[in-house]
């Protein structure tokens, strides 16, 4: 009896802490998404980047096209003033309070430095393209 009640309550405890996992990555927030975005850039952590935060990546027919958007993504950011300048802009950026457009997916960034525009992903992650 004891023990069906203990595995009764870890099943449950496994169950919320599975719900709560799930529903705090449904609730990001665009300002958590670009300050996710940024610390894979200072990281050059292109594969994380392509694979969860890229709106492009979805569109890859294989494995294969989609490691050689990680790789284009990889040799485009490889300048290093270059990703210097665009971890600058998106720091500037979080500074300021997107604007949320279309059905609240997608939320614009502007600053003086220009402007960053995220969409939600259907993972529910704020992403961006290339």
């Not at 709106?55 to 993504?73: F, N, R």
């Not at 040799?75 to 609240?104: M, N, T």
Request: hydrophobic share 40%.
């Amino acid at each position: 009896m004891q023990k069906k009640l203990l595995t009764s309550i870890l099943s449950a405890a496994l169950f919320l802490s599975v719900a709560f996992v799930q529903a705090d990555m449904e609730t990001e927030t665009p300002e958590q998404g670009l300050s996710e975005i940024v610390e894979l850039y200072k990281s050059q952590d292109w594969e994380t980047l392509v694979r969860n935060r890229c709106l492009d990546s979805k569109h890859a027919e294989s494995e294969a096209a989609l490691q050689a958007l990680i790789a284009s993504v990889s040799r485009q950011f490889s300048d290093k003033d270059l990703r210097e300048a665009i971890v600058s802009s998106y720091e500037a950026a979080l500074k300021s309070k997107p604007r949320i457009e279309a059905e609240g997916t997608v939320a614009i960034f502007s600053c003086d430095l220009g402007s960053v525009k995220l969409s939600k992903m259907d993972s529910g992650v704020w992403g961006l393209r290339f």
